[in-house]
């Protein structure tokens, strides 16, 4: 459902009271966490949850200078592609936990294809690594199956992470309060929130700094403690919602406008989707509006609502 070596020096205040029990690990007794897409929506709220607790935090990305506000807050950083496996794992080495987010590909290519294949590189870099336990992003929805983007690109995430010998622990996010993000423009601008969602479908929807939290939470439990985690935001929420949280954010009347099933994948076409991306793409869309899973009915609930989240994006926009 969700529509993805250079070093900064980090000095650690260890006279500060530490927040947690401390677990003993094979590489002292601090938990080192490695954070993949430490720069996007929700490894950034990961790392910056962690790093809010005083914990030793390492951010992956491919570009230094995107991760300035993670170091500047005490995290080290570390430039990697994923699909280095190599390099990565030489990053994996450096900590003991680890936060596996699959980067989303560049909608104008092949993205179910590409992010199979950094599906295939993250995996690999843990073989070797030494980590002790990871917590991996997923998604509501997930199953197995083929071109529907992150459902089953996703799911291939957990299955993989199931048949290695790391413990893993799977948070399966809900839709990303983070996707409404382009819609400040045209609600601004034309009034309007442009969507495939019918204007009252009911929605499960999550901020990122949620989900970070969550992250942080289950990096920082023993190792032989994992599961399957479900999260959410406080309510459920339409498109209808939405536009009716920008009016309120803007000061302004917004309305919805929903784009008709027949023309989804054209839509997705006329945003720079590949042909291939944009059948995934529509298709991942068919499957969350017809339901066609059961969403958990006792979710672990994050404190952003949709209001908030809205009202702080038009703040910062």
């Known amino acids: 459902m969700a529509i993805r070596v250079s070093m900064v020096t980090r000095t650690l205040n260890l006279g500060r009271r530490h927040p947690f029990p401390l677990y003993a690990t094979s590489k002292g007794d601090w938990i080192i966490h490695i954070i993949l897409g430490g720069t996007g929506h929700v490894g950034s709220a990961a790392a910056a949850a962690l790093l809010r607790q005083g914990e030793p935090v390492t951010v992956v990305t491919r570009d230094k200078a995107k991760a300035s506000p993670l ?3 005490g995290a080290e950083v570390a430039v990697a592609d994923v699909l280095d496996v190599e390099a990565l794992r030489g990053v994996f080495r450096r900590g003991t936990r680890a936060f596996l987010l699959n980067p989303p590909a560049d909608p104008s290519t092949d993205t179910d294809a590409l ?3 950094t599906v295939e590189a993250i995996v690999a870099a843990l073989d070797g690594s030494g980590l002790e336990k990871v917590v991996a992003e997923s998604t509501y929805g997930a199953q197995a199956g083929e071109r529907t983007g992150d459902l089953t690109v ?25 996707n409404w993000d382009a819609s400040l423009e045209t609600a601004r601008r034309d009034g ?3 969507t495939l969602l019918p204007a009252d479908f009911e929605l499960p929807m999550v901020a ?3 989900l970070g939290e969550a992250a942080a939470r289950l990096l920082m439990e023993p190792a032989d403690k994992n599961g399957l985690h479900h999260v959410e935001g406080p309510s459920r929420y339409t498109a209808r919602d939405v536009a009716a949280a920008f009016g309120e954010a803007l000061g302004k009347a917004v309305s919805v406008v929903s784009a008709p099933r027949e023309h989804w994948v054209e839509t997705f076409e006329d945003m720079g989707f590949s042909p291939e991306a944009a059948q995934s793409y529509a298709r991942m869309t068919e499957v969350t509006v017809d339901s066609t899973y059961d969403p958990p009915t006792r979710p672990e609930r994050g404190k952003v609502t949709l209001e908030r989240y809205v009202a702080d994006l038009a703040r910062a926009g």
């Open 208 to 210: 990122p700094r949620d």
């Open 192 to 194: 309007v929130v442009n």
């Open 71 to 73: 170091a500047a807050q």
């Open 115 to 117: 992010e199979r294949r």
């Open 154 to 178: 996703l799911h291939g995430l957990e299955e993989k992470l199931h048949r290695q010998p790391i413990a893993a622990s799977i948070i399966r996010a809900a839709y990303y309060m983070s």
